[in-house]
């Protein structure tokens, strides 16, 4: 108990037809416990796709290596590309290949929990602005955001949910991140064409989870919703964060993340000034959801300065960079 330990695991590229041709083996009855252990893991949440869709078969180390009473030896080709899991590092396929690998750094965050929720997607891309003559869509930055600040809180030990996932859209470093419409919902789910289906079916999955949690006696969880705002085009914002009327724990959380955000312009963009702020708003996924909420706004997309917060990957990296540092501080005070 309270223990993390790497899953002593070997990962091959499944080939689509059959577990024994991927490895090298005629054992029917050992292919089946590899096949009911990543069904097992995938139905748990430990794994994030199931093998047949993401092609990563995890196979259990004791069943090709070790021999005793629940266990046959059977001998097994090396896997032609192996997932290296090294210590204190987890792979998350849904960062993309150039990200999936986490480092756990430390474990300030250990014993929280995170749901980030970006914005819109699916049939809905949100707010869309015109830059470099391409448009740019809400949904396509708030979601590279929002898994830029995942990866942040998992490396510090907390336990992270991307609400909504794009299977092809890891953290991305173009400034023109492509619109499209096949996000889906961590459960696999297809996002429905009505908003209202939309807020509830994501507000459901988060209460689900937080109900799971709740049951071992974790109620550190926050719910984290990152939207991009659209104003006229000379119309410049800074990111600003709602709470709903009813939560003075989002109401405290909202005011430490708009102090960790004024603090950072202070320090790097000293003549700057900063003008976000606090406020109550009285929204589906806020007033319905378990855990301790806010909403952040994090710019005007039709603003050419606040563009450049969104293109840049290094602006997107910074303002995940300096939420998670809110976040951290916020669960030490």
């Known amino acids: 108990m309270d223990k993390h330990y790497q899953l002593p695991i070997e990962v091959y590229d499944f080939n689509g037809k059959s577990i024994r041709t991927t490895i090298g083996i005629k054992d029917f009855d050992v292919a089946k416990r590899i096949e009911t252990y990543n069904d097992s893991l995938y139905k748990l949440g430990v794994r994030t796709k199931d093998f047949r869709e993401d092609k990563k078969l995890w196979v259990p180390y004791h069943l090709s290596h070790c021999k005793n ?66 448009s740019i869509c809400e949904d396509e930055y708030a979601y590279d955001i929002a898994l830029r600040l995942a990866r942040n809180l998992i490396s510090k030990g907390a336990t992270v949910y991307t609400i909504i996932q794009d299977s092809n859209d890891g953290i991305r470093s173009e400034e023109i991140l492509p ?20 807020l509830k079916q994501r507000t459901n999955l988060v209460n689900k989870l937080c109900r799971k949690h709740r049951k071992t006696g974790n109620y550190e969880q926050k ?22 009327k009813k939560s003075k724990s989002g109401k405290k959380l909202a005011n430490h993340l708009l102090s960790t955000i004024e603090g950072k312009y ?6 700057r ?8 708003r009285n929204l589906y996924v806020l007033s319905k959801t378990l855990p301790t909420s806010v909403f952040i706004e994090l710019g005007n997309i039709q603003n050419k300065k606040d563009q450049k917060r ?24």
């Open 273 to 280: 000034g900063y003008s976000g702020y606090v406020s109550i």
């Open 69 to 134: 009473k629940d266990s046959v030896l059977v001998k097994i080709k090396p896997p032609t590309t192996v997932t290296a899991i090294q210590k204190n590092t987890i792979v998350y396929p849904i960062f993309g290949k150039e990200h999936e690998e986490v480092e756990i750094e430390n474990e300030t965050l250990k014993g929280t929990v995170y749901y980030i929720v970006s914005g819109h997607g699916g049939p809905d891309p949100g707010s869309i602005g015109n830059f470099k003559n391409s």
């Open 179 to 198: 619109c499209d419409n096949d996000e889906k919902t961590l459960e696999d789910k297809t996002l429905p064409l009505s908003q209202i289906k939309r």
């Open 223 to 244: 719910l984290i919703i990152l939207h991009v705002d659209s104003r006229k085009v000379n119309k410049r914002i800074d990111m600003f964060f709602y709470h709903d």
């Open 266 to 271: 202070n320090q790097y963009q000293k003549n």
């Open 310 to 333: 969104l293109v840049l990957a290094s602006n997107r990296q910074a303002i995940a960079n300096w939420l998670g540092e809110g976040l951290t501080t916020y669960e030490k005070k």
